[in-house]
Structures are given as C-alpha cells and as structure tokens.
C-alpha cells in the first residue's frame, strides 16, 4: 500500500505571496491531519479534515486554511506568507482519526518564505 | 488539551536499554498514550501506543503506572540507527494531538 505523499517536497516563496500544499493520503484512510514544524516550537497542530469537513483545528491565524476532496486528498492553504511561516509542513493521515487510530505521515513539504 | 514533559535530550551506548520518560499530568481518562519516533527531514513514525499498564511489540515497550500520570518508553539494545527525536503525545486518536518538544536519543558507538 502506497504511503503519504506530498507535493511540492520544497518550495521557496516571497513575503505576502499565498501557497498551496498538496497532500495524499493512503487509500481507504478519510481522516487528514497537518502539522507545522519549526526549530523554535516543535510540531504544532494545524488542522484534521475528515470527510471533507474539518473537524479540528488547531491555535493557528486564518491565513492558514485547508480543504479536503471526496477522495480523501487534502490541500493546505497559506496566504500573505510571513518569514515566519517558514517551516516542514507535515501531513498525516489515519484511516478514522479515532481513539486508537495510528497517524502516518508523509515526508512533508519544506516551505521558505524570503 | 493533555501537555507531556520530556527530557530534552539523552545519550546512550549501543547495545543498552533505554527508558524515556514523560509526564502527562492532566491526561484525560479517554485519551491514549503514543510515541512517535522521527528522523532528520522525515515525518514522525508510530513506534507504539498504551492506555494501561504495559504494552509490548517488536521494536518497544510501554509502561504505565495505574495513574497514568507518566509513561516509559522503553528501547530494547538500541543501535545507531535508533538516533532519532521521541515523542510522547497524549489524545484521543489520531486528531487534536499536542506533540511537544520531545527527546533528541543520541546512541553512540
């Protein structure tokens, strides 16, 4: 079974510019996570999509934003990037995000933003 | 939301045991206990995951005290390979998860 995958692996951005990230989850899994992952704070929660609506977020501004599609596919959202919003951008996927659901995560996307 | 505590760092020879230890004071009585494990410029990776008392499998062991105030992850001779960053995390499932700083396991030879 083919794992998570992310798209774009790297991506180098300018201040005030938007970016989109792409993520694929192992099939049949309809639950979707994303983290953000910097030197300074670690791994930080962003949001969970679950059948295409999201059902958990995380203590991040509405610049961030997501969606996910009814095949499970989830995009994560960033506009009027900041020097800050550089970082690993991970992805996760579990079959229901349920108590004892196991997260995989993809390689993650790394974003620069100059 | 349950916050853990862990140390910041450890070393450790190859071929020893190594315990980790975290401490999840308000964990909440529905939420489990997971470790992740992670490598440089990779996703974090399921190494185990424990309610109660203690849990075994082919890479690790979990313990947790009746209170459940802390847990020990708990690495079988470990070998260079096993030099990653470990986290602890306490929720339910696999959403709403607070990961910490975690451990950065230095073993060396």
Request: charged share 15%.
């Amino acid at each position: 079974k083919a794992g998570v995958t992310q798209t774009p692996r790297y991506l180098i951005k300018t201040r005030g510019q938007q970016v989109t990230l792409s993520c694929s989850p192992i099939s049949g899994h309809r639950s979707v996570s994303w983290y953000q992952q910097t030197p300074g704070q670690g791994l930080q929660f962003l949001f969970e999509y679950f059948s295409e609506t999201q059902r958990n977020k995380g203590n991040f501004p509405g610049r961030f934003s997501g969606r996910q599609f009814s095949n499970s596919r989830s995009e994560m959202n960033v506009s009027t990037l900041e020097l800050g919003d550089s970082a690993l951008y991970l992805c996760a996927s579990s079959p229901g995000g349920g108590y004892k659901d196991e997260q995989y995560f993809g390689p993650g996307t790394r974003l620069t933003v100059t | 939301l349950a916050k853990t505590t862990q140390p910041i760092s450890m070393d450790s020879y190859e071929g020893q045991e190594v315990n980790i230890t975290c401490s999840h004071n308000n964990i909440a009585t529905n939420d489990y206990i997971t470790w992740y494990q992670q490598f440089p410029s990779q996703g974090p990776r399921f190494i185990i995951q424990g309610y109660k008392t203690k849990v075994t499998n082919e890479v690790a062991s979990l313990f947790i005290p009746a209170d459940r105030k802390s847990s020990t992850l708990s690495l079988p001779r470990v070998s260079l390979s096993d030099t990653a960053v470990y986290y602890c995390l306490v929720g339910k499932g696999a959403n709403n998860l607070f990961f910490g700083t975690g451990t950065r396991l230095t073993v060396i030879p």
